[in-house]
């Protein structure tokens, strides 16, 4: 998706969007029947591509990528 049309969803979303978004969101993780160490794996590779990754993880669970490291380990 371009980030222009990101922009205009932004622009012109109101609450109810949003929360059905984030809902959607949920409910394709917890049915994704894909085995947790390959999202983690797949996660955790995207994370090396971008310097932001950080903004990701506490926009989705409110805690920074090295955060959920060390409560992990």
Do not use: V
């Amino acid at each position: 998706m371009e980030k222009e049309q990101i922009q205009a969803i932004l622009d012109n979303a109101n609450e109810e969007f949003l929360e059905r978004f984030y809902e959607t969101m949920l409910n394709e993780i917890d049915s994704d029947d894909e085995p947790y160490y390959k999202k983690a794996r797949q996660l955790l590779l995207a994370s090396l591509n971008n310097e932001h990754a950080d903004d990701f993880f506490i926009a989705i669970c409110g805690w920074s990528l090295e955060s959920l490291i060390e409560k992990s380990y």
